[in-house]
């Protein structure tokens, strides 16, 4: 990699953490708060969500980082003579977007990249630039080769309940209500950067979960064949998710399949057993 190009991205990209430290990324960590505590999201954080749920019954919310926090993340991590790039979740999910570009506009040499997704669906723009820049292109080049490739993120969850997200205040009581009573398992797919509601599923939750893992591969058939991504929070049967990677497996032999585990942002508004399968799906089919 050019020495004067660095990658970073907030705590949302959910990249395995022995890649971050393999490729030296600096991670600035969005805010959880859990009632009155505020916490970063990192390792551990996501254990800490799900004991504050069961106890207190309310949903931890999370926040964007202030534009101050991002000129003395920005100062840190960018080398002294080249540049860094960052990348933030979807400026339609969150403020981190437009934080960090009002702190890069006072500096230079500071890209910030809107990857229009989440989760490891901001982490594939994240992969995607550190083999350009392992590659020798410049940070020019990186963010324009980068942004015709973000339209191409395949981003989409599904949950087995909707009680994080009625407690988040994105679906109503009965919404809620009817999908408990109904075995409902909504998926959430993100489109022109906004999370919006998918397929609904019924049945038991592993069966669905391959039925969505089936329907995604099929509906998004022209795969970039480098990484796919099945990331996942706490699953109450985690055998599936090795099930999930066969599926994927004999479907498409990607040259990486990677399973991550989700970090404190996805968890809060998801909640446990929710699991995604996220990979770019070129447009020149």
């Known amino acids: 990699m050019d020495k004067n190009v660095r990658i970073s991205a907030d705590s949302i ?51 964007a980082r202030s534009t101050g926090d ?10 002294a003579k080249g540049a860094l790039i960052h990348f933030t979740v979807s400026a339609e999910l969150s403020a981190s977007y437009q934080s960090a ?3 890069s506009q006072e500096m230079t ?57 009625h407690r988040g205040g994105r679906c109503s009581g009965t919404s809620r209500f009817l999908a408990s009573a109904m075995a409902i398992r909504p998926q959430i797919v993100v489109v022109n950067g906004k999370m919006i509601p998918g397929k609904k599923y019924m049945g038991i939750y592993t069966l669905v979960l391959k039925r969505y893992v089936n329907d995604i591969l099929s509906a998004f058939n022209n795969p970039d064949l480098n990484y796919c991504f099945i990331t996942h929070t706490r699953m109450d049967n985690p055998e599936i ?19 991550t585990i989700a970090g404190g ?11 995604g399968v996220l990979y770019f799906n070129k447009k020149d089919a």
């Open 13 to 63: 990209c959910d990249l395995p953490p022995d890649y971050i430290r393999e490729h030296n990324i600096p991670i600035m960590p969005l805010i959880v708060n859990m009632g009155e505590t505020a916490v970063e999201d990192g390792e551990g954080v996501a254990d800490q969500i799900y004991a504050f749920a069961d106890k207190t019954h309310q949903t931890p919310k999370t926040a």
């Open 265 to 275: 942002t996805i968890t809060s508004h998801c909640g446990p057993n929710t699991l």
């Open 70 to 79: 991002y000129k003395e993340f920005f100062a840190k991590h960018k080398p």
């Open 109 to 165: 040499g500071v890209y910030v990249v809107d990857s229009r997704s989440l989760s490891t669906g901001t982490g594939l723009s994240v992969v995607y630039a550190i083999e350009l820049a392992e590659a020798g292109l410049s940070a020019d080049e990186i963010v324009k080769k980068v942004a015709a490739k973000i339209p191409e993120t395949q981003a989409s969850f599904l949950t087995k309940s909707l009680t994080y997200l």
């Open 101 to 103: 570009l009002l702190a």
């Open 241 to 259: 998710v090795e099930e999930i990677k066969k599926l994927v497996a004999a479907k498409y032999k990607f040259a990486h399949i990677v399973e």
